[in-house]
Every structure is written in C-alpha cells, then in structure tokens.
C-alpha cells in the first residue's frame, strides 16, 4: 500500500481540509496516509469522522511548528526545521512515505521539498508543473510555473522529459504532444531562450510539435506546453485572475435584474458546469518533478476534494516509478549527448 | 482638424469594416480620415453608404499592394512598399496624417511603422500597449505586450515612462500607478530583468507601486503594468484564449437542456453585458508608443466598432500631443541621468 505524508497544518482551511480530503482519499484510492502536524489540532478534526471512518489507514505524526503563507521561504526553510512541511519531506526521505502533499506556502513547500529531498541526479532543476483544462475537455500541462527564473535551454528540455512522463502517468497518453510556449509559430518570433530551447527539443526523441502562443494553452492541440518558469507562474496567475474576474462579473450581471435572476436560476447547471470545469480543484495540484520523492503542492484554497485529488496523483505518480523513469530517460539522453 | 490615415486593407473584414468604421468615428469624432488601399474596393463599400454620408472629410488614398496576414513581418515590410500600410505609414512621416490606424497583420504593421516614421530620438525601442478591462470597471494597461524580446531594464524603465503618459492621456489620470510584472511581490521574486528594472523605477519620478504578479492585472489596483514583450504577449494572449475558452464552454453549457435555454433568454442581458465587457473593440486598439506619429494596431478580427474606437484613441493621443510629452520627459531623465 503506497504511504502518502500529508502537511496538515498547510493550506487556508488546514486541518480541516486536509484531514477530510485524506479520508476521503484513504477510502476512495486505498492508500495510507500520515497526516503530519500539530497533533492535537488534528486529532480534533479527526474526532469529527471518528465513528464513521474507524479503521481506515491514517495515522498522525506530530510536528511542532507550522509554515505560514507570509512566512518567506528561504527563511522558513532554514528556521522552522520542525514544521509540519520538513516533517512530511523527512518521511519521504527517510523511505517512511513515498510522496508528500502540501497545500501550504508554495515558496517554501519547493524550498523544502528540494533541499530536504534532494533532485534526481540526473535533472539540474526541478520544475513546478501545472494543469489547465482545455476546450476539448481534456487537460494541458504547463511546466515550469515557478520553481525557476532564467532557466537555461537544457533545463527546458528537461521540464519537456518530465512533463512528458507525468502526463502519461496520469492521463494515459502513450506519446503526448510537446510544445514549447513562445509569441508565434514561426521559430524566429520567440526569444533567445526559446530559440535555442527549440533546437534541443527538435534534436530530442519527444514528440515536440513546435513552438505555440499562449491562447493554444486552451485549445487542446497539445498536451504539454514547457516555458521558463517567470512565464509559466505569469500565465498560471493571469488565467487565475481572470477566471475570478469572469465569474465576478457573471456573478453581477446576474444579480441586475429579476429576469436574470430566474435565468440564472434555470441555467444554473450551466454555471455550476462552468465552475465546475474552472476549479482547480479537479486537476490534483501541481507535482513539483524532478526531486527525489514524489512531491504535489495544492492551492491554498484547496477544498477537501482538491486535498483527495491531490493525494491520487500523488498515489498515481508513485505507482507509475515517474521519478524512476525520469531519472532513467534523462540519463540516457546525457549519455548520448556525451558519447 | 486631426487627420488620420487607415489602412482600409488590413483587418480580416477588410475593407468593410474599416470604411463603416471611419465613417463612424468621421460622424461622431469630427476627424478627417484618409481611407488608404485598393481605390475600387474601398469606393465600392462608400458606395453603399453614400446617400447618407455625403460631405463626410473621408478621402481615398490609393495603394496598389496589400500585406496579408500569414506574411512575414520583414519580408512584407522589404517587399511589398506599395502596400496599404506602407503608404498610410509615409502619409504620416510626410506631415499628411498625423496617425494611422491599421488593423493588419500585427508584425507587419510594428515593422513598417518602425522603420518607416523611426524612434523617436530618445526612446530605444518602441512598445506595444495593450488595455485590459479590470473588475474596478476600468483598464489596466499592460506594456510591452509583442513589440520586442529580451527587453533591458532601461527599456523597460521607458516602456513605463509612455505607458503612464499614454495612460495619462486617454483615462485622464493625473498620476497613473507604474507596476512592474513579476511573480510575487516581493522583489528577490523575480528574475535578472525585474530585479534591476525595479531599481531603476523606483528611482524615477513615476508613481512605481511596486511589482505585481498576473492575477492583479484584472483586480484594479494599478494602472499601467510593464514588462518584456515576450511576457506581455504570452498575458495577452492566454487572456484572449481563456475568454474564447470560456465563451465556448458558457455556450455549450446554455444549450445542453431546454431549462437552461430559457434561462439563458432570460439573463441575456447578463451575458450580452459579459460579452461586452470582454469585446477588445471597446478599448480602441493598442498603440505602438515611441514612434514619430501616432500608430494604433488593432485586432484583425475588429469590427466597425472596434475600428472607429482605435480611430477615436489615434485623435485623443494627438490632441494630448503624446509623442511630445514622451520625448520631453525621456529626454530630461537622460539629461538627469548624465549629469
């Protein structure tokens, strides 16, 4: 049974959250779970299930300090060495767990997650990698969204190696489609990074499709979309923003008038579908790829479904040897390019 | 009377759109307008118009090429120097108009107006400004959004010093708040380029607010965001994508059952509202600041609409004599900046 340690304390509705979301998980995907943070905090919430849910695989492990969103990361990383985030990491390093999720501070889970658990040897930096639902009603994949800035153009490559192999481990995809995020088509209209970045990925056995723009994000044609991480956390947050803009003034214009009003009520399968479609909360946070241990980081926000789904692609990616097989394809090009 | 020419071949309903949209803004902004393209094909769509708008200042001004829009920027620039745009651009250099409006192929229309009228003396790059409308019911102005790559922090610095005389001239704010595009607030968030381009705004003599990351382009909070043209176009685009992502999905959700058609009859107004507030015909098309006359690029796909509002933002932008104030002030902040 894959062992998943969850930071309980992380995310803005912590431990609530996160302790429903890992019941639900625990009886959903049968996975062990170690909810891991102030114990008496989440032996509290876990009273709340208690009658129902005895008996599931979720065990507690005490951390004495607890991350906060305005806590700085470096900071938080070298100075609360007992949060409930370092806990979950030395879990997974010490072979006590096989993954981590966390819906806390995004800076310090990557913090945490890369310097307690180490990169895989073979990739220079790991990459935050991103979901967004598509017009086709599938997803594409966006990485890096912000673990690095100024990425070089081999560290590219690698983001498209390993969102490659994540995206067949979790949707199924024998050979999914790679591009690479720039301002038009044509190779010349993008920038020196992605000039270059194109030529490795041409050299490379992916199937790279060629360089997109960004309203291809939501049209479906490609599975994977690589970028430095500047502008993938510059896209991931505009389309955030404007999903919230959308449904504020959704939100308004119905409210206007008694006619919408009814309409609203009519039509609200439609909106509730579209909610439905612009909640983060399906897709199962982002894996932070390329260090040693499955590592998912959750919106802040996350509800108890987000944590759940969190936590099955975690499990999924575990199954699926992703960091195993990362390591073994990002190897073999090094040795390849050295020999 | 401000003169302005158009080019009447350039958008994808060429020439219809632009000759309804000039008579347009010519009724309504009391502007001359100079229709520039094939002379048959423009008479042609004044003639439908004719009983009417007899008297109009509308003049046509024959070119015998038109760039298309899968031209190449520089080879359509180099080739075709009888096109509708190159001609619009020399009535411009030649002291006959004193802005042109194209709705063409965007690279293209950038090019010509470059290399054409030049920079102005004291600016190193021109830069594409594009409005967003915000949940303040308002517009946030973002810059670069296409016009270059690999910006340095001085060009950058420049890009805020137009975009907040721009800003200044057609929303009337008397000191527009300057932010610059970075993935969190802080200032160790960002990479090489907003490190150093933060230092030199809040050296200047701007309202700089700080940095901003991309969900804050729609929340109001600031006027006039700047960044590399790389990381604007990326914004640009995954916004106009996210829209027409959800506009599809709103579409098909409406349709899926007879109750939500109703209630879709019901709150049309709502969504009638959405979709204006969405339209880019409302906000008149983006500038290419820095050059020597006036230059408004509108979206290919423009409607009449979209068309006279671009025409009515050319004529604001000269009243308000934009291309002096922005020489002046980058003028004196060289001058500063040596002494």
Not at 170 to 195: C, D, F, H, Q, Y
Request: net charge positive; hydrophobic share 45%; glycine share 10%.
């Amino acid at each position: 049974m894959t062992t998943i340690a969850i930071d309980a304390m992380g995310g803005d509705h912590a431990p609530r959250a996160e302790v429903e979301g890992a019941i639900l998980a625990a009886r959903e995907f049968g996975v062990r779970i170690l909810l891991v943070g102030i114990e008496a905090a989440i032996r509290q919430e876990l009273s709340r299930h208690r009658d129902r849910d005895r008996g599931l695989p979720i065990e507690v492990v005490g951390a004495a300090e607890v991350i906060t969103m305005s806590d700085s990361p470096s900071q938080a990383f070298r100075r609360k060495k007992e949060s409930s985030m370092h806990v979950a990491a030395r879990l997974v390093r010490d072979g006590k767990a096989e993954a981590m999720v966390s819906a806390g501070n995004t800076g310090a889970a990557m913090t945490v997650a890369r310097f307690v658990l180490g990169t895989l040897p073979s990739v220079d930096r790991p990459a935050l990698a991103a979901a967004f639902p598509n017009m086709k009603d599938k997803v594409s994949v966006i990485l890096d969204v912000g673990a690095n800035v100024d990425s070089k153009p081999e560290q590219i490559r690698q983001f498209a190696v390993m969102g490659e192999i994540y995206f067949r481990a979790i949707w199924g995809v024998k050979r999914p489609r790679v591009a690479l995020l720039s301002i038009g088509e044509e190779e010349m209209k993008g920038n020196e990074l992605t000039r270059e970045a194109s030529n490795l990925l041409k050299q490379s056995s992916l199937n790279f499709v060629g360089n997109v723009e960004g309203r291809d994000v939501f049209r479906g044609n490609v599975d994977v979309i690589v970028c430095d991480g500047f502008i993938g956390n510059v896209a991931l947050k505009i389309s955030e923003g404007l999903v919230e803009h959308v449904q504020g003034m959704l939100k308004k214009a119905i409210k206007s008038s008694l006619s919408s009003q009814i309409g609203y009520a009519l039509s609200k399968r439609a909106f509730d579908d579209f909610r439905k479609r612009t909640d983060s909360s399906e897709t199962g946070g982002a894996p932070l790829l390329g260090v040693r241990g499955i590592t998912i980081i959750a919106h802040g926000r996350s509800n108890p479904n987000a944590i759940k789904n969190a936590i099955r692609v975690a499990g999924e990616l575990c199954r699926a040897r992703v960091n195993e097989k990362i390591d073994q394809e990002l190897s073999a090009a090094a040795v390849a390019a050295q020999g």
